[in-house]
T-cell receptor, first 111, second 112 residues
Framework: TQLLEQSPQFLSIQEGENLTVYCNSS?????LQWYRQEPGEGPVLLVT?????EVKKLKRLTFQFGDARKDSSLHITAAQPGDTGLYLC???????????FGTGTSLTVIP | DAGVIQSPRHEVTEMGQEVTLRCKPI?????LFWYRQTMMRGLELLIY????????DSGMPEDRFSAKMPNASFSTLKIQPSEPRDSAVYFC??????????FGPGTRLTVL
């Protein structure tokens, strides 16, 4: 099992603010996915990053994969209440087809 | 497409009882995953199947847990006997060629 750390564990901000959440490990990953989970529902895929140093943008969300492929960050610009949810990173190991999930960052955006 | 279907959505049972959770993956997907989610440990992979064959069950907590996938459109996760510490939300997910995982709505299990 891969050891993952997501930080912060909880984050509460005002609408319009910017934020960054992190996913760190001492292991190297072949790829990494970010999911968002809303209360009472299953996680939904936001993005997959594969190449070290890769940056992907999805509207106000910017995802970065570390150069060494051991860490990743998610930056949200001008957060909105609809961004509220649990953000999970899921790195994929170098063997097998499964992704391992972190415990997530629970984000609350206050109107 | 209806997405991944799980039943029941909620289950309340007493300690010692058998619990069976059901999952219907998205048609055409060849991988199926069972996860358990708790506040303390987050989303844990229990077992996954590829083409109906169990590939990795190292996440199954103990012998009280078993999972089957008799065909490409159905899987079950059984807990017997159930214990209060099994209380959690259990998710089933399916994928095609291990790309994006599509999650079901989950089954919230409470063992009293």
């Amino acid at each position: 099992t891969q050891l993952l750390e997501q930080s912060p564990q909880f984050l509460s901000i005002q609408e319009g603010e910017n934020l960054t959440v992190y996913c760190n490990s001492s292991s190297v990953f072949s790829s990494l996915q970010w999911y968002r989970q809303e209360p009472g529902e299953g996680p939904v895929l936001l993005v997959t990053v594969v190449t070290g140093g890769e940056v992907k943008k999805l509207k106000r969300l910017t995802f970065q994969f570390g150069d060494a492929r051991k860490d990743s960050s998610l930056h949200i610009t001008a957060a909105q209440p609809g961004d509220t949810g649990l953000y999970l990173c899921a790195p994929r190991g170098n063997t097998g087809n499964q992704f391992y999930f972190g415990t997530g960052t629970s984000l609350t955006v206050i109107p | 497409d209806a997405g991944v279907i799980q039943s029941p959505r909620h289950e309340v049972t007493e300690m010692g009882q058998e619990v069976t959770l059901r999952c219907k993956p998205i048609s055409g997907h060849n991988s199926l995953f069972w996860y358990r989610q708790t506040m303390m440990r987050g989303l844990e992979l229990l077992i996954y199947f590829n083409n109906n064959v169990p590939i990795d069950d190292s996440g199954m907590p103990e012998d009280r847990f078993s999972a089957k996938m008799p065909n490409a459109s159905f899987s079950t996760l059984k807990i017997q006997p159930s214990e209060p510490r099994d209380s959690a939300v259990y998710f089933c997910a399916s994928s095609l060629r291990s790309l994006e995982q599509f999650f079901g709505p989950g089954t919230r299990l409470t063992v009293l």
